[in-house]
């Protein structure tokens, strides 16, 4: 058995910009989370000159973004072992229902949870 949490990142162009982590599910290979994980942006991290903006003010922009995810045991396999990983985003590459998750939480505040499959984790950091 093991005790899996999600280290949840926001990255924008390669960049971290923030990070957060869900509750660890103890001793179990078969976890489940119902969370919310909220980023605020403040606009600074994302903002893109927008010309046809009264005054050429600038406006929040998700292009570029994306949420990294990587379900990390703190069980036997030892502290922050990899156990699969997931990215989601306009960049992230990922497959046609990943891609179309994103566009939903985007253009909504209340998308609905979806089933996602991990990769394979890459090396720990």
Same mark, same amino acid.
């Given at each position: ?34 969370? +919310?994980?909220?980023?605020?942006? %403040?606009?600074?991290?994302? =903002?893109?000159?927008? /010309? !046809? ?43 046609? +229902?990943?891609?179309?998750?994103? %566009?939903?939480?985007?253009? =909504?505040?209340?998308? /609905? !949870? ?12």
């Amino acid at each position: 058995m093991v005790d899996p949490f999600v280290r949840v990142e926001l990255t924008c162009g390669g960049k971290k910009l923030k990070k957060k982590r869900t509750s660890t599910k103890k001793a179990t290979s078969n976890p489940t989370w119902n969370e +919310a994980l909220v980023f605020n942006l %403040h606009g600074r991290e994302t =903002t893109t000159p927008n /010309p !046809a903006a009264v005054g050429g003010r600038e406006h929040l922009s998700l292009s570029g973004v994306g949420v990294e995810m990587a379900v990390l045991s703190d069980g036997v396999l030892g502290p922050g072992e990899p156990l699969g990983r997931l990215t989601i985003g306009d960049q992230a590459g990922g497959s046609a +229902a990943e891609l179309a998750h994103w %566009h939903e939480l985007v253009a =909504t505040r209340n998308a /609905p !949870a979806r089933w996602h499959l991990l990769h394979p984790a890459a090396v720990a950091e």
